[in-house]
T-cell receptor
Framework: AQSVTQLDSQVPVFEEAPVELRCNYS??????LFWYVQYPNQGLQLLLK??????LVKGINGFEAEFNKSQTSFHLRKPSVHISDTAEYFC????????????FGGGTRVLVKP | DAGITQSPRHKVTETGTPVTLRCHQT?????MYWYRQDPGHGLRLIHY???????DKGEVSDGYSVSRSKTEDFLLTLESATSSQTSVYFC?????????????FGDGTRLSIL
């Protein structure tokens, strides 16, 4: 079955430390990939997306992600986190490139500690 | 921010009662979506619409129906609510499909069914 898996449900991290959130997908064809962030009591906001081309994608708020086709991964990174990065992060994929059906991972809750 | 309004923002109701959630957009986008968010599951697509009176099922459509009589409004109805439908519901919109167009999300409706 086609799916998106986020390997960590929670990631505690100290302020100014780097963070990596892992995402793997299962698909036999090319996909579109997205990372979204959700702050408490809010909807999801797009951080970045990968459609094609360069495998390193830069997004908002200093986040970047790297697409690895051979490992079917799309990990999200930030070199130095802030308290304000405390949120839940979702990896999503358009697994069939239909453009209208996103499959989401289960989410990773990031808690940035001072 | 994309102009998406969900109403109500919170609702508590009893098992067996009908419930209708409303999503209103001011962006004139063609595509609208309803998701539910549950811990550990990320977001799962319930139904989506690709135009006025044009809708299709998503991953978890059982027990839900939708209607779209105007471009700006997309209604989600639980004909006879059950406790398993307690969740946070998100509406999303996108301008086009294909090419990896991102979806933009509303702030959610928290629904509790007792």
């Amino acid at each position: 079955a086609q799916s998106v898996t986020q390997l960590d449900s929670q990631v505690p991290v100290f302020e100014e430390a780097p963070v990596e959130l892992r995402c793997n997908y299962s698909s036999s064809v090319s996909v579109y990939l997205f990372w979204y962030v959700q702050y408490p009591n809010q909807g999801l906001q797009l951080l970045l997306k990968y459609l094609s081309g360069s495998t390193l994608v830069k997004g908002i708020n200093g986040f970047e992600a790297e697409f690895n086709k051979s490992q079917t991964s799309f990990h999200l990174r930030k070199p130095s986190v802030h308290i304000s990065d405390t949120a839940e992060y979702f990896c999503a994929a358009d697994l069939l490139r239909t453009g209208n059906k996103l499959t989401f991972g289960g989410g990773t809750r990031v808690l940035v500690k001072p | 921010d994309a102009g998406i309004t969900q109403s109500p923002r919170h609702k508590v109701t009893e098992t067996g009662t009908p419930v209708t959630l409303r999503c209103h957009q001011t962006e004139n986008h063609r595509y609208m979506y309803w998701y539910r968010q549950d811990p550990g599951h990320g977001l799962r697509l319930i139904h989506y619409s690709y135009g006025v009176k044009d809708t299709d099922k998503g991953e978890v459509s059982d027990g839900y129906s939708v209607s779209r009589s105007k471009t700006e409004d997309f209604l989600l109805t639980l004909e006879s609510a059950t406790s398993s439908q307690t969740s946070v519901y998100f509406c999303a919109i996108s301008s086009e499909t294909g090419g990896g167009q991102p979806q933009h999300f509303g702030d959610g409706t928290r629904l509790s069914i007792l």
